[in-house]
């Protein structure tokens, strides 16, 4: 990466008037690639997650590579497309299919390359810590780490972690020291949990096809229904995929869920779940190249709550800066989308 393309992708981004920081942002590194093998190469039977990292651990399949880079072809890529900055997320799973003790290990290690990378290109990247739900103690003190000494934007946490909910009590603690950093969580999918997995298998529908919205919309509604929003209400999640598929279904969750003459067994919240929605939550629109779905969800949660996302490298750049460049929508709208939204949620510098 020499100074003078690095140059030249800022002049381009200045040209067309926006500057563009994509949210969803994957990358790998050697410890979590290490790592996951050693994880493969304890399987012994089928696993939706473990089927795409046999993909990513391949040093000659399509992703491995541009995962482990982020100095060389996706600088130039991003270059390439006037992408300003991408807010870097270690790739899902994580470190959640590790075990405790080795999944904080490998956590620290992909969030101090992440910092160090950031160091050298902090007008290029910005990037999320990862954790280790299953440690929620060693998660809670990476957090802190992350955030308060390398300065990292935010938290991801890739949904279930050995098929339990972040809507779990257990977890509440770690929830709440992330609100307490006056950070933010990502809540990105991974295939669902077993026993929801086994009716998606049939042609492979457990993976980002429908498995992923699936599993990642369930978490997001089951904090919501677990009251953890009243008991941490500054709490702020979000989603990609322009709001797993919640966005569609609030008047829907909030009719049946207030629904009088049927006594459930949930518990009492404050508000509607679509008021935890809109307060608690915010989307991005990786991997959701689809103007329709893009003006649904600014007339039901406001452009101050969208962001966007390519999802490299699993979606294409040029896709994803022409689908928001030809948005049928204002250009005060887009300037939250592409970058203001981001600046404000993930503490990121104003250019
Ligand atoms: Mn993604």
Known sequence: MSP??????????????????????AFSVPEQMDAMREVLARQTEYDPDLFLWKVQTDPNGPVNKPLLDLEGERMRIMDRDGVDMHLL????????????????????????????????HPDRFAGLATVPPHDVSGAIKEAERAIQKLKLNGI??????????????KYWPLLEAIAG??????????????????????????????GYQAETGLHALRLITSGVFDQISSLKIILGHMGE??????????????????QFDRAKLKKRPSDYFKRNFMITTSGMNWHPVLKFCIE?????????????????????VKFMNTAPISDADK???????????FHIKQA
């Open 4 to 25: 003078k393309s690095s140059k030249a992708g800022k002049a381009k981004a200045r040209k067309t008037g926006f500057r563009r920081i994509a949210t969803e942002e």
């Open 335 to 345: 300037h939250k989308i592409f970058h203001k939204n981001a600046e404000r949620i």
């Open 245 to 262: 598929a919640l966005p569609y279904w609030l008047y829907r969750i909030d009719y049946m869920h207030g629904m009088a003459p049927i």
């Open 89 to 120: 997320s270690l790739t899902s799973t994580g470190v959640q299919m590790m075990e405790p003790g080795k999944a904080l290990a490998v956590a620290i290690a992909a969030n101090d390359r992440l910092a160090a990378a950031i160091g050298r």
């Open 300 to 320: 039901v949660l406001g452009a101050d709550n969208i962001m966007w996302a390519i999802d490299y490298p699993y979606q294409t750049s040029p896709d994803a």
């Open 181 to 210: 950093l006056k950070s933010s969580l990502y809540i990105h999918p991974r295939s669902p949990i077993p026993a929801m997995a086994a009716a998606y298998r049939p042609d492979h529908l457990e993976h980002a096809i429908w």
């Open 156 to 169: 991801i946490i890739n949904s279930h972690t050995n098929g339990e909910y972040l809507s779990d009590r």
